[in-house]
């Protein structure tokens, strides 16, 4: 039954979503205790499949809502531009703490490690070899989905989907070299503080990154779907603003933690 209303909200529909993850997230960490401790991996894939289902359904429902059902209204809208601001803002002291705690270990390292950095017994990577195309590929990646987000906005179909494809080729190679990286790595993340803080610093942007790719590749399937218009196109310009992060955080981590921490 359609309903009208007399104002520009959105009023968010009753939804099973919400629960269904909470019970996957629930499966999927009680999965990593158990993978951790007997070695199972049973409950950890039966976590991760609740979770793919519902972020699938649940994407297809908001999907349904932005383009068909038109509850997206441009003071909706506004909202969630609010909503992924504040939560890049939070992912921005989220890695804070990270490079908070690299600096610490960095600028005073004490006698256990050898009171120097990186402490004696590491082999650090070197910056110019894998981190440095690393870097030459996310930067290449930002340029492409400004590409992308410039052709949409020009109402350049062709254009948008070549360089929005060229963007996630781009993430999904990040990934494997970084993968690569962590395979051939000469120090693991139990091996002191440096191993620590480089280890959980790369590795959440690492995750992020894939985030980021899955983000751009519904992007691109919705944009090949038509649910994109010059003028109402939020759900890209988040995912863009969301890798533009990503690359700003990798800058970072590549100056102090390859280059100035080697």
């Known amino acids: ?30 999965g990593m205790i158990k993978w951790f401790h007997n ?24 999907c349904r809502e932005g383009t068909f059902q038109g509850k997206h209204t441009m003071l909706v809208t506004t909202g969630l531009r609010w909503g992924m601001i504040l939560f890049i803002i939070s992912e921005v002291f989220f890695f804070l703490s990270f490079f908070w705690a690299f600096f610490h270990g960095s600028l005073s390292p004490n006698i256990e490690i050898g009171s120097m950095w990186p402490p004696s017994n590491i082999i650090p990577f070197n910056p110019f070899q894998i981190p440095l ?8 990646s930002g340029v492409t989905v400004t590409w992308a ?20 080729i781009l993430g999904i190679y ?14 693991t993340i139990a091996d002191s503080i440096y191993g620590s ?18 983000f751009l590749l519904i992007c691109l399937i919705r944009h090949l779907n038509e649910h994109f218009s010059k003028s109402h196109h939020f759900g890209f310009e988040a995912a863009a603003w969301y890798w533009h992060f990503v690359d700003v955080v990798w800058l970072f981590l590549y100056i102090s933690i390859y280059w100035w921490g080697n």
């Open 39 to 62: 070695f199972n991996m049973n409950l950890l894939i039966l976590g991760y499949i609740i979770i793919i289902m519902t972020m699938f359904q649940w994407w297809r429902d908001i």
């Open 197 to 214: 803080t480089f280890f959980m610093a790369t590795g959440f942007h690492g995750l992020h990154v894939m985030i980021g790719t899955i």
């Open 1 to 30: 039954m359609k309903m009208n209303h007399n104002h520009p909200f959105h009023l968010v529909d009753y939804s099973p979503w919400p629960l269904t993850g909470a019970i996957g997230v629930l499966t999927l960490v009680s």
């Open 149 to 168: 987000h410039h052709s949409i906005m020009e109402n350049n179909y062709s254009q948008m989907t070549q360089s929005l494809f060229l963007t996630i």
């Open 174 to 187: 990040f990934t494997i070299l970084q993968a690569y990286e962590y395979i051939e790595a000469p120090f």
């Open 133 to 140: 195309l690393n870097t030459i590929i996310l930067i290449t």
